[in-house]
């Protein structure tokens, strides 16, 4: 379920995805309220482009690092691609 910060408290969040369109980020929030994941999404910036990169804003989706593993097993299960930190890369 989407939260806003201060429900999270001083708990380390981890960056589990980037939507880059309204309509993933809202599809992206449906699955995790349907797995019962609390959530934290925010607006930031992101740069995007291959030739012409530019700053972009994204939907920026963190969960409890505890919760951080099945969260992206919602999302490569429903064919997102998840954020993915040098730490994670090696892991995961």
Same mark, same amino acid.
């Given at each position: 379920?989407?939260?806003?910060?201060?429900?999270?408290?001083?708990?380390?969040?981890?960056?589990?995805?980037?939507?880059?369109?309204?309509?993933? &980020?809202? &599809?992206?929030?449906?699955?995790?309220?349907?797995?019962?994941?609390?959530?934290?999404?925010?607006?930031?910036?992101?740069?995007?482009?291959?030739?012409?990169?530019?700053?972009?804003?994204? &939907?920026?989706?963190?969960?409890?690092?505890?919760?951080?593993?099945? &969260?992206?097993?919602?999302?490569?299960?429903?064919?997102?691609?998840?954020?993915?930190?040098?730490?994670?890369?090696?892991?995961?």
């Amino acid at each position: 379920m989407r939260q806003d910060a201060s429900f999270f408290g001083e708990q380390d969040l981890s960056l589990v995805y980037i939507a880059k369109r309204l309509k993933e &980020a809202l &599809a992206v929030e449906e699955r995790f309220t349907a797995a019962c994941l609390d959530y934290l999404v925010e607006a930031d910036s992101y740069v995007g482009g291959f030739l012409f990169r530019s700053e972009r804003i994204g &939907a920026f989706f963190y969960v409890k690092g505890t919760d951080a593993e099945r &969260a992206r097993t919602v999302l490569r299960d429903n064919g997102w691609r998840p954020y993915q930190t040098p730490a994670t890369e090696t892991s995961g």
